[in-house]
């Protein structure tokens, strides 16, 4: 048919980009999978791992005669809010018939609201909220890690190790949080820590956090303190985008479920479950600039 497209949305986030294959006749045909895709940590590798995981999603709806030239692209990417990590992105020499660009927050809140207005929360390797209410956008948080992203994965494993550090140089009460962190680090000491982490990505602080939650739910003191603390944040983050009455709120991202029964109660009660993941956002993104 001449009016059929194919469509991809991409989720790029710190630690994984995914990405879902669209038909305007068939409707949703496949997904991919692929690694960090976020432009301000790099640019060169984010951009491969669009590429990547939107070859999957080919690859996974068994369309082996479908390029990547006959695809339109909207991406939704962690790092875009910042203006010129934004305009490198729309520099680039892309594969695509064409491509549409926002945050990864953007498609969140589109694909949670069933492509309507409303407001979403990511909790995943950072942490970021986003309002959209007649036609303006409120974004809160996303500023990265580590200046910002409390309560984020990369920020409870980042607060886990500082805490394991003191610890291990008898300067903060032991903790059952620590054999844990060790035993998957397979370390034994401080220094080994310090080197091993010494030039670690935010992903790899986010890959700590379930052994933070672990410790944390068997009762681990110290373990509790930061889950309640990153928890707080995030919860005065729902405050502030609840005062501006947005007509539903979710929460999604890989650390989402885990924090939620840890938030507040005044919060926790206002949060629905998302309509749909961020990367059917980004397709419902795509489609509306055909629209526009």
């Given at each position: 048919?001449?009016?059929?497209?194919?469509?991809?949305?991409?989720?790029?986030?710190?630690?994984?980009?995914?990405?879902?294959?669209?038909?305007?006749?068939?409707?949703?045909?496949?997904?991919?999978?692929?690694?960090?895709?976020?432009?301000?940590?790099?640019?060169?590798?984010?951009?491969?791992?669009?590429?990547?995981?939107?070859?999957?999603?080919?690859?996974?709806?068994?369309?082996p005669q479908l390029k990547l030239d006959q695809v339109h692209?909207?991406?939704?990417?962690?790092?875009?809010?910042?203006?010129?990590?934004k305009q490198k992105v729309l520099a680039w020499q892309h594969p695509f018939k064409s491509r549409f660009v926002t945050t990864d927050l953007h498609i969140a809140c589109i694909g949670a609201n069933d492509n309507h207005e409303g407001a979403v929360i990511i909790v995943?390797?950072?942490?970021?909220?986003?309002?959209?209410?007649?036609?303006?956008f409120s974004q809160l948080g996303g500023h990265g890690f580590p200046v910002g992203d409390y309560g984020g994965g990369a920020w409870l494993g980042f607060e886990a190790i500082r805490y394991a550090l003191r610890a291990m140089d008898n300067l903060a009460p032991s903790s059952s949080m620590i054999t844990r962190i060790l035993s998957y680090l397979n370390c034994s000491n401080a220094n080994d820590v310090?080197?091993?982490?010494?030039?670690?990505?935010?992903?790899?602080?986010?890959?700590?956090?379930p052994l933070v939650f672990d410790a944390a739910?068997?009762?681990?003191?110290?373990?509790?303190?930061?889950?309640?603390?990153?928890?707080?944040?995030?919860?005065?983050?729902?405050?502030?985008?609840?005062?501006?009455?947005?007509?539903?709120?979710?929460?999604?991202?890989?650390?989402?479920?885990?924090?939620?029964?840890w938030?507040?109660?005044?919060?926790?009660?206002?949060?629905?479950?998302?309509v749909y993941q961020p990367d059917y956002g980004a397709v419902f993104f795509t489609l509306n600039q055909f629209k526009n």
């Open positions: 048919m001449a009016d059929q497209k194919y469509i991809i949305g991409v989720d790029g986030g710190g630690t994984k980009c995914r990405a879902r294959l669209y038909c305007t006749v068939q409707g949703f045909l496949g997904t991919g999978l692929a690694g960090p895709a976020n432009p301000a940590r790099d640019f060169d590798s984010a951009m491969q791992s669009v590429i990547d995981a939107c070859q999957a999603a080919i690859q996974n709806a068994n369309l692209v909207g991406m939704g990417l962690a790092g875009v809010n910042l203006a010129s990590v995943g390797t950072g942490s970021c909220g986003l309002v959209v209410k007649d036609n303006e310090a080197e091993i982490m010494l030039n670690a990505r935010p992903a790899d602080f986010a890959r700590l956090a739910e068997d009762g681990d003191e110290a373990a509790r303190s930061i889950i309640q603390t990153g928890a707080e944040q995030i919860s005065e983050l729902a405050r502030q985008l609840l005062a501006k009455h947005p007509s539903r709120l979710s929460m999604i991202g890989g650390v989402s479920e885990r924090i939620k029964s938030l507040a109660d005044d919060v926790a009660k206002h949060i629905q479950t998302a």
